[in-house]
């Protein structure tokens, strides 16, 4: 019989493994792998639906600021600053959606937040394959009607974010590119500036609700998870290219579809 120090460590290197294979799948799609994160924190960790959310949310804010640094040699801080306007158009609307939604979050029961959590887990899988693979295009909007849709895009983008528990790349990139005619490239430097402040406000609402303790008790979990997903990140984005996104973005989508109906049925 496996003693408490026997489960505990075993535990930790699970989830070091599991913060590592989480890292190399988003590294593999220039993404931090939250989304694939969260079913795990629930159905193999067992933590209860706003708990995950919450480990997720902390995990994710070390992993998307850690990328912000990563990318500063790639995108230059002066080519980010020189698009401040598209990045204060989407924060208009993300940050008032993630105090919004990380407080309807705290206020659910858990049976439909884990059904949320599911319906989620499959439009993610939708974005990953129809709106993953875009290059430079012309602005979707213009003026003011391409405003509004930034502070809509914003808000939808910064309640999903919360809910989840997820930086929003996944979401955010695809608006990016499509509604702005941001370069790709640009688009992933982009995405991290706006995510960073929407999730440290989610992050924020979080921290006035009991749950919120779930962090004290799991110190070594999320930091050991957390790293994991640092070398995995670093690990799948040196792998970028060897596995061709015909045969990738279609396998991931899978696997957040079966990981949706796992979540679904968690009780």
Known sequence: ???????????????????LLIGALGGLIGLGG??????????????AALSAVILNKA???????SALLFRMKAVPVQEIATHWPIVVNLLS????????????????????????LAVLLVLIAVVL??????????????GWMQMLAGV????AIGVIASLMGIAGGELLIPTLVLLFGVDIKLAGSLSLVVSLPTMIVGFTRYSRDGSFAVLG????????????????????????????????????????????????RHQ
């Open 1 to 19: 019989m496996l003693t408490t120090n026997e489960i505990s460590t075993t535990r930790l290197a699970l989830a070091l493994t599991g913060g």
């Open 34 to 47: 939250a989304e694939f994160r969260l079913p795990l924190l629930i159905g193999v960790f067992g933590f």
């Open 59 to 65: 995990m994710s804010l070390v992993v998307v600021a």
């Open 93 to 116: 609307g993300s940050l008032i959606g993630a105090w919004l939604g990380a407080g309807w979050a705290m206020r659910m029961k858990s049976q439909t937040l884990y059904r949320i």
């Open 129 to 142: 394959l129809l709106g993953h693979e875009q290059g430079t295009t012309e602005p979707l909007l213009t």
């Open 152 to 155: 809509a895009s914003g808000f």
């Open 217 to 264: 008790e799991n110190k070594a979990f999320v930091l050991i998870m957390a790293a994991g997903s640092l070398l995995g990140a670093w690990i799948g984005g040196n792998l970028l290219g060897i596995v061709p996104n015909t045969v990738l973005l279609p396998m991931l989508a899978v696997i957040l579809v079966i990981s949706s109906f796992k979540v679904w």
